[in-house]
């Protein structure tokens, strides 16, 4: 076969596999071209969970007539001309692909009228490659019109699920723009009934609108840093909290972005305060210099690249930790509930019931042991075979394995161990941690991860997304060594799990699995997501701190770290273990000098 250059149709189309997966996708697409254009009203009208129709009209700046054209093809966008832009860019869109890649795949109409028009533009995509535009009634603004997306795509089409499906993922889209601009009005119509309807309001109406009142009346307001580097928003005190990790939105320049840093660092801010079967809440938005975030990581701009990301990290986590430790300290907590909100939040009981130190408001309580509630030893399921042949350290150190040998643990975080060099301080839940994640990856590189069918099968109330995903997923969640059903419209069993992970809670694991097929879908988790999707599961068998090991466990893990490829980093970059040589030792106390 001879080398031929694509057509555009053919590249479009190509493009759009990448930027319009699902309808959601070409949802976000309208709704941020739509703010792009500074408009102060938007309605979302859909048909069948927007396969047969998606329509967005605004009332923004318009498109002048001569642009029509310009605005559907490839690689044509008013956002930015050079590549200081690029690096500084403000808007939501800049690639110019999104309009020319949906109109590839759909029956696409575009009706625009600027301030200066005496009347509305329309054109039709796929009738008008070359026609010129017709006169049509309407309002200033653009309304944008996909008709039967992917209906010459049936590769793709066949990827679509049930209309619920995809109306559930329209909303969450929907919801993650309209939260993060409450000075935009927003409609929602699904098959001609109204599913939201919000005016221009104030943040926390907005978020009240959304997110409901109980998370409203929990809410405590943050706002951190300055305008250059700055995190504001809401967060739930501990006492709301939930059993998915729905409520969890974070925008970083006004963009909703899933980011596995933030993550760790709003888990970690909130790790002594909830129980790690719950999550927190929370809508944030990050606000930092253009320049110090790359925004163009992925086509569809859900991920970001800080360049900074260890100050990034240290910064949220700070800044969370703060609003968290005042709110306990009952001074400058502000709850911002709206009205008349009476009924206090709805978890905050159970909540009491489960862990006492929340009960009340009494200042400066104690982080709780959260590792209690396994009071069966990881480490004796996972060391059983090891700890039986440790050896005991010779009086030289000379047959002294690289990581020694335990000596003590130190405040419940730390193991203390001597080897030939010194002393060796190893971080012993970041090291347990690498240990699991590297497990995880040679199992799953051999085939798939090997399951332990679980004694008591595991049941929990489930979002309507985490249904959609165990129906749909069945074969991905086996290769990650899960097994599970749906139960009822609202509930999922885990029947098995990943037999490396058969001591973690198999529920709060389950749905962090959920989330992230939810979120990426199940090929990406399982190759681009995969390091990150097992980092996730390898979290959760990680042993907390502050539980004590005995001295024979620790040398089991020091072992196990000697074993393990690349143990000498936790999945987060920072080392898990550290050397102090005797020499620096007697350095600090001047012997010998
Ligand atoms: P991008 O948003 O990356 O620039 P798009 O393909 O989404 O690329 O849109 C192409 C161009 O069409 C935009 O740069 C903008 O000039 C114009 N456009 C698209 N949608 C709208 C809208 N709702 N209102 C005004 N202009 C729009
Ligand atoms: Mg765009």
Redesign the pocket.
């Known amino acids: 076969m001879s080398i031929q250059l694509l057509s555009d149709l053919l590249i479009d189309q190509i493009a759009a596999g990448e930027v319009v997966d699902r309808p959601a996708a070409a949802l976000k697409?309208l709704l941020?071209?739509?703010l792009?254009?500074g408009a102060r009203s938007v309605q979302v009208d859909l048909q069948s969970g927007g396969v047969k129709r998606i329509k967005v009209t605004?009332d923004?700046?318009?498109?002048a007539r001569d642009?029509l054209g310009l605005?559907l093809s490839r690689h044509?966008?008013?956002?930015i001309a050079s590549l200081e832009d690029l690096e500084r860019v403000a808007s939501l869109?800049?690639?110019?692909?999104?309009?020319?890649s949906i109109a590839a795949i759909s029956q696409l109409t575009l009706t625009?009228r600027t301030a200066d028009d005496q009347h509305a533009w329309r054109v039709d995509a796929e009738a008008g490659r070359g026609l010129p535009p017709e006169p049509a009634a309407a309002a200033q603004g653009?309304a944008?019109e996909v008709r039967e997306l992917y209906y010459n795509t049936p590769a793709r089409r066949k990827f679509l699920r049930t209309e619920n499906t995809e109306l559930a993922h329209c909303v969450e889209t929907f919801t993650r723009i309209a939260l993060s601009r409450p000075d935009v009005a927003f409609t929602l119509q699904h098959n001609g009934r109204t599913l939201q309807r919000l005016p221009v309001q104030s943040f926390t109406q907005r978020a009240t609108a959304l997110l409901g009142e109980e998370f409203a009346a929990a809410a405590l307001a943050l706002d951190h840093g300055t305008p250059g580097l700055r995190l504001h928003g809401l967060i739930a005190s501990p006492s709301f909290n939930r059993s998915a990790r729905d409520y969890q939105y974070f925008f970083v320049n006004g963009r909703c972005v899933r980011d596995r840093l933030i993550a760790h660092a709003v888990r970690e801010a909130f790790h002594d305060v909830l129980h790690h079967e719950r999550h927190p809440a929370f809508v944030l938005f990050f606000q930092i210099d253009p320049a110090r975030v790359d925004v163009n990581v992925h086509p569809t701009k859900s991920e970001v690249r800080f360049r900074e990301s260890q100050a990034v990290h240290q910064f949220v986590f700070h800044a969370l930790q703060n609003a968290l430790a005042q709110a306990r300290a009952g001074t400058s907590a502000m709850s911002l509930a709206t009205g008349p909100v009476a009924a206090p939040p709805l978890a905050a009981t159970d909540t009491a019931a489960h862990y006492p130190a929340y009960a009340g408001a009494g200042p400066r309580q104690q982080p709780m042991p959260l590792s209690a509630r396994h009071p069966t030893s990881l480490y004796d399921a996972m060391f059983a075979g090891i700890t039986a042949h440790t050896l005991t350290p010779t009086e030289d150190g000379s047959a002294s394995p690289p990581l020694g040998f335990a000596l003590a643990q130190l405040s419940g975080i730390y193991i203390l161990a001597q080897n030939q060099a010194g002393l060796v301080v190893v971080d012993m839940h970041a090291a347990h941690e690498r240990i699991m994640y590297e497990k995880l990856k040679s199992a799953l590189d051999r085939a798939e991860i090997p399951t332990q069918v679980l004694l008591i099968p595991a049941t929990l109330r489930a979002s309507r997304l985490e249904i959609v995903v165990v129906e749909e997923n069945a074969q991905a969640l086996r290769r990650l060594g899960f097994e599970m059903a749906v139960l009822g419209p609202e509930a999922l069993v885990v029947r098995s799990v990943p037999a490396p992970l058969q001591d973690a809670d198999p529920i709060d694991l389950a749905r962090d699995v959920l989330r992230e097929i939810g979120e990426f879908g199940a090929s990406r988790v399982l190759q681009e997501h995969r390091d990150e999707m097992l980092a996730t599961m390898a979290c959760h068998a990680a042993v907390r701190a502050n539980r004590m090991l005995s001295v024979p466990e620790m040398n089991a893990l020091l072992r196990e770290m000697e074993a393990t490829d690349r143990s000498g980093q936790c999945n987060h970059g920072r080392p898990t273990w550290t050397q102090v040589s005797l020499a620096e030792l007697d350095r600090m106390f001047q012997r010998g000098q």
């Open positions: 697409e941020e071209n739509s792009d254009a605004d923004g700046e318009g498109i642009d605005a044509a966008t008013s956002k869109g800049f690639r110019g692909e999104a309009l020319a625009s653009t944008v």
